[in-house]
């Protein structure tokens, strides 16, 4: 899924852009899906298409939704050393969105 910067920011709200186009951070124990205990599918915000699976969800204590696997295909692992540490930015391959 290939779109412009002017398309994403007419399909999303300017907090999704920010998060998901522009690689923000929502403040850590704020986001509604933190307590979220629905069985189903979490979607990518901006494509739709499923990247975990509800029973592989966990609470390690970060302050954001965490998973032990994903749908298989459905992610991407990058090493991220922009912030002067190793980190891991993962993002929907389906449409390369930020995810954390």
């Known amino acids: ?16 852009y920010q998060m ?9 124990f704020t986001g509604a899906l933190l307590h979220n205990d629905k069985g189903g599918d979490y979607t990518c915000g901006a494509c739709g298409v499923a990247l975990f699976k509800s029973d592989t969800k966990f609470d390690s ?3 954001w939704p ?8 459905a992610v991407t ?10 980190r891991t930015e ?9 995810l954390g």
């Open 1 to 16: 899924m290939n779109l412009s910067d002017d398309e994403w920011k007419a399909k999303l709200t300017a907090e999704q």
């Open 20 to 28: 998901l186009r522009e690689k923000g951070t929502e403040a850590p």
């Open 61 to 63: 204590g970060s302050g």
């Open 66 to 73: 965490s998973f032990n696997d994903a749908v298989e295909g």
């Open 77 to 86: 692992q990058t090493d991220d050393n922009s912030h002067g540490m190793t």
């Open 90 to 98: 993962v993002t929907c391959t389906n449409c390369g969105s930020h």
